[in-house]
């Protein structure tokens, strides 16, 4: 079992970055594949990005693609989400995942058997 603790988020203006921080606890986080979801409110969690567990392969949703850069420290235990080019449209409650599952790099929330407490990120225009 793995225990995720995001980052604080925070206001940005639009066309901002923003990194956030995800730390896992437990000694197995290097197995894991990871990802990063958000929810808007009245929106269903969506996509973002994700991470196999060697940080050799990465995934992200249509959205974010060219402006996010998923990456992970597995020595700090650590994954990371690099948000540039920030949109009024990319706020909401980021989650971080973890999923044993890893066949595959998978962009649906139910493959993700842990998460954590998510952190509100604010854009504005």
């Known amino acids: 079992q793995v225990q995720l603790v995001e980052s604080r988020g925070g206001l940005v203006q639009a066309g901002g970055s923003l990194r956030l921080s995800c730390a896992a606890s437990?000694?197995?986080?290097?197995?894991?594949?990871m990802g990063w979801f958000r929810q808007a409110p009245g929106k269903e969690r969506e996509f973002v990005a994700a991470?196999?567990?060697?940080?050799?392969?990465?995934t992200y949703g249509d959205s974010v693609r060219g402006r996010f850069t998923i990456s992970r420290d597995n020595a700090k235990s650590t994954v990371y989400l690099q948000m540039n080019s920030l949109k009024p449209e990319d706020a909401a409650v980021y989650y971080c995942?973890?999923?044993?599952?890893?066949?595959?790099?998978?962009?649906?929330?139910?493959?993700?058997?842990?998460w954590g407490q998510g952190t509100q990120v604010t854009v504005s225009s």
């Open positions: 437990g000694r197995t986080f290097s197995t894991y594949n």
């Open positions: 995942a973890a999923t044993t599952f890893r066949v595959i790099l998978s962009t649906t929330p139910t493959s993700y058997q842990y």
């Open positions: 991470i196999n567990w060697r940080g050799s392969s990465t």
